[in-house]
């Protein structure tokens, strides 16, 4: 008899682009190849990060109805100017809806690893938030005179990690009622 010998790997889990606090005081989600267009979750991610949990939710369910905009930052030729944007401090906006859903589907999956860890969900922000570029998918599309164009789509990874926030400690006082000055030792 041949007796065989698998090596088997530690299973190891994935790695994300940044370590925030502890991994008691935090939840981490991330999806990948997301059919979602690159440049619309850039900027919807973009626009959650600091955010409470709940205000975040609160926000994106807001951008499916069209009651807040996305401002569009970095990505933004050819997008129009929306009278919402004075809200946000800028001039150019959309409501991306998918981009939206996909990121709220993100979001009730941290806080439901947020619950699985015991961490409360009301004092939990949007601590780190990445989209990165997937490979395209390819498609054709048939032009005139025979011929045939690619036809691409634009996928995206997107990684969240919530992070329970510090407790903020009162700043000193000297004799006067002034803050006090730093001291170096």
Same mark, same amino acid.
């Given at each position: 008899?041949?007796?065989?010998?698998?090596?088997?790997?530690?299973?190891? $889990?994935?790695?994300?682009?940044?370590?925030?606090?502890?991994?008691?005081?935090?939840?981490?989600? @991330?999806?990948?190849?997301?059919?979602?267009?690159?440049?619309?979750?850039?900027?919807?991610?973009?626009?959650?990060?600091? $955010?409470?949990?709940?205000?975040? *939710?609160?926000?994106?369910?807001?951008?499916?109805?069209?009651?807040?905009?996305?401002?569009?930052?970095?990505?933004?030729?050819?997008?129009?100017?929306?009278?919402?944007?004075?809200?946000?401090?800028?001039?150019?906006? @959309?409501? #991306?809806?998918?981009?939206?859903?996909?990121?709220?589907?993100?979001?009730?999956?941290?806080?439901?690893?947020?619950?699985?860890?015991?961490?409360?969900?009301?004092?939990?922000?949007?601590?780190?938030?990445?989209?990165?570029?997937?490979?395209? $998918? @390819? *498609? *054709?599309?048939?032009?005139?005179?025979?011929?045939?164009? #690619?036809?691409?789509?634009?996928?995206?990874?997107?990684?969240?990690?919530?992070?329970?926030?510090?407790?903020?400690? #009162?700043?000193?006082?000297?004799?006067?009622? *002034? #803050?006090?000055?730093?001291?170096?030792?």
């Amino acid at each position: 008899t041949v007796s065989r010998v698998f090596l088997l790997r530690p299973v190891t $889990m994935v790695r994300y682009s940044a370590e925030v606090g502890t991994a008691e005081t935090t939840a981490k989600t @991330r999806g990948a190849y997301l059919r979602v267009h690159y440049k619309n979750t850039r900027e919807t991610v973009a626009a959650i990060k600091g $955010m409470t949990l709940s205000r975040a *939710r609160q926000y994106l369910r807001n951008v499916v109805a069209k009651k807040e905009i996305v401002p569009f930052k970095r990505y933004n030729h050819g997008v129009g100017r929306k009278a919402q944007c004075k809200n946000v401090g800028w001039s150019q906006g @959309r409501w #991306p809806q998918k981009s939206a859903r996909y990121v709220l589907d993100l979001l009730k999956n941290a806080a439901a690893n947020a619950e699985a860890k015991g961490l409360n969900k009301s004092e939990l922000f949007v601590d780190h938030a990445q989209v990165n570029r997937a490979p395209h $998918m @390819r *498609r *054709r599309t048939y032009r005139a005179h025979g011929r045939i164009n #690619p036809y691409k789509s634009s996928p995206c990874h997107v990684e969240l990690i919530l992070t329970k926030k510090a407790k903020s400690v #009162p700043r000193t006082t000297d004799e006067a009622g *002034r #803050p006090a000055r730093k001291t170096t030792q």
